[in-house]
């Protein structure tokens, strides 16, 4: 089965890796987590990469995360590509007819 990756954006610099996965961890099982680091600014660059290992846990993050205050914030939730949500579209929908 294939994993389904999500983009977080807008997040605060003040945030912590632990504290994104606490936040995504209750829609399903996490994969990944690699929240963009600059070692030049030696904090994040504000958005992060999520992988579920399960599609409906991605598709139920991005509707109810999009938008939410995390740490002062709105982030901003997505699927990384067109593709990808295909993907998980496909695999969703073979999860529902069996």
Do not use: W
């Given at each position: 089965?294939?994993?389904?990756?999500?983009?977080?954006?807008?997040?605060?610099?003040?945030?912590r890796e632990d504290t994104v996965k606490?936040?995504?961890?209750?829609?399903?099982?996490?994969?990944?987590?690699?929240?963009?680091?600059?070692?030049?600014?030696?904090?994040?660059?504000?958005?992060?990469?999520?992988?579920?290992d399960i599609p409906e846990a991605a598709?139920?993050?991005?509707?109810?995360?999009?938008?939410?205050?995390?740490?002062?914030?709105?982030?901003?939730?997505?699927?990384?590509?067109?593709?990808?949500?295909?993907?998980?579209?496909?695999?969703?929908?073979?999860?529902?007819?069996?």
């Open positions: 089965m294939f994993a389904c990756s999500i983009y977080v954006g807008s997040i605060n610099f003040d945030i606490e936040a995504f961890q209750p829609f399903g099982p996490l994969r990944s987590i690699n929240l963009a680091f600059d070692h030049i600014a030696n904090k994040h660059k504000g958005y992060a990469f999520i992988e579920y598709f139920l993050a991005i509707d109810q995360m999009d938008d939410v205050i995390l740490g002062g914030r709105n982030i901003k939730v997505t699927v990384i590509f067109l593709s990808r949500i295909l993907q998980c579209c496909v695999l969703m929908s073979l999860t529902y007819i069996s």
